[in-house]
Each structure stands twice: as structure tokens, then as C-alpha cells.
Nanobody, 123 residues
């Protein structure tokens, strides 16, 4: 399974970005894709996850209302819309995937990872 993340960049506080993650090379009938992030000097943390087919998504409490995960089944692509960016959102954002339908927040439950895309928010 290959995951290609894109969309990161440098943005001012209050701005928006949309991250994309395209999946390829799999034959899953049901799977979940998610986003984690790792800020400088911190551990990687869960952000959001979505069932690619069948609906259902979950956002961690700290991003609810500002981040939205969505999917385009035809393109096998998941998006993370990030609004009202804050300096503390600065991190490398990683796309992940797992076969099945459970929306885990534990990174050890995701065997497939993209290369990460850097989001830098200036104050």
C-alpha cells in the first residue's frame, strides 16, 4: 500500500490548508484512513480518521471545529481541511491506513504510513 500525502506549507495564523492523501496498491474492501501529526520535540498524536467506504469519522477533541477529515472514494483520496490555523498546529502531518472498519486513535493499529507533509504556522 502506498500513501502519498501533500498539501503542507507555510501559512499565517488564522489561515487554512487542505492536506490530501492518495492511496494506491491495495485491494481492501473496507479500510480506514487517518491523520496523525508530530510537532517538534513532541510525540506523534492522532488527529482524525475516516472509513473510506461506509461513512463514519472521528476527530480528536483538540481539533474539533477546526479540522475536518473527508474522502473521495472515486479517487481513493482522503483530505484534511484545516481552518483557523494556530502556531501550535505546526507539525509534520502523516497519513495512515489500516484494513478494516474500526477507527483507532492508537498509531500502532495503523500499519501503513505516508511520508508526511510539513505544516508550518507563523504567528
Amino acid at each position: 500500500v502506498q500513501l502519498q500525502a501533500s498539501g503542507g506549507g507555510l501559512v499565517q495564523a488564522g489561515g487554512s490548508l487542505r492536506l490530501s492523501c492518495a492511496a494506491s496498491g491495495h485491494t481492501f474492501s473496507a479500510y480506514v484512513m487517518g491523520w496523525f501529526r508530530q510537532a517538534p520535540g513532541k510525540e506523534r498524536e492522532f488527529v482524525a480518521a475516516i472509513r473510506v467506504r461506509g461513512g463514519g469519522r472521528y476527530h480528536t477533541d483538540s481539533v474539533k471545529g477546526r479540522f475536518t477529515i473527508s474522502r473521495d472514494n472515486a479517487k481513493d483520496t482522503v483530505y484534511l481541511q484545516i481552518n483557523s490555523l494556530r502556531p501550535e498546529d505546526t507539525a509534520v502531518y502523516y497519513c495512515t491506513a489500516r484494513e478494516g472498519t474500526l477507527l483507532y486513535t492508537d498509531q500502532t493499529q495503523y500499519p501503513y504510513w505516508g511520508q508526511g507533509t510539513l505544516v508550518t504556522v507563523s504567528s
